[in-house]
């Protein structure tokens, strides 16, 4: 049986692979430089994020093949310590998060493809979100 969106039940609704359409990666950062560091690297990649109501956060609009190397990207400026402070969560779609997503928020260091779908599997895996 298939849930709505096309999203078949042996991949979690929010997962990348089971987004490959459109959708937004919300991102909560442990300290204000955290999200400065982020901000500046997104301006430079031409990306407008929209910061979270109290500013510790932000919602990147993105499609669902290039969260996983865009997750890479972001963790890659930031401090081992920043990256596993940072929380982070995949909703496909337009929609806002609700209750049942908060038990997939992870950390940024943490946030990796399925096992199912392996480097080489995905003909986006090159490419940058940049």
Known sequence: MKPAHGISSAE???????????????LWFPLRHTLSLV???????????????????LIVALDGHDVESFA?????????????????????????????DFQRVSSLGQFRRPPEQQPGQDADEGKTPF
């Not at 979690?12 to 919300?26: I, T």
């Not at 963790?75 to 402070?85: I, N, R, W």
Request: proline share 11%; charged share 20%; glycine share 18%.
């Open 12 to 26: 979690p609704e929010g997962s990348p692979a089971a987004a490959g359409g459109p959708g937004h990666f919300y």
């Open 39 to 57: 901000l500046r690297e997104l301006g430079a990649a031409r990306r407008e994020p929209r910061v979270l109501p109290g500013g510790d956060g």
């Open 72 to 100: 890479s990207r972001i963790a890659q400026v930031l401090s081992p310590e920043e990256t596993a402070g940072t929380r982070v969560l995949w909703v496909a779609g337009h929609r806002e998060p609700g209750l049942a």
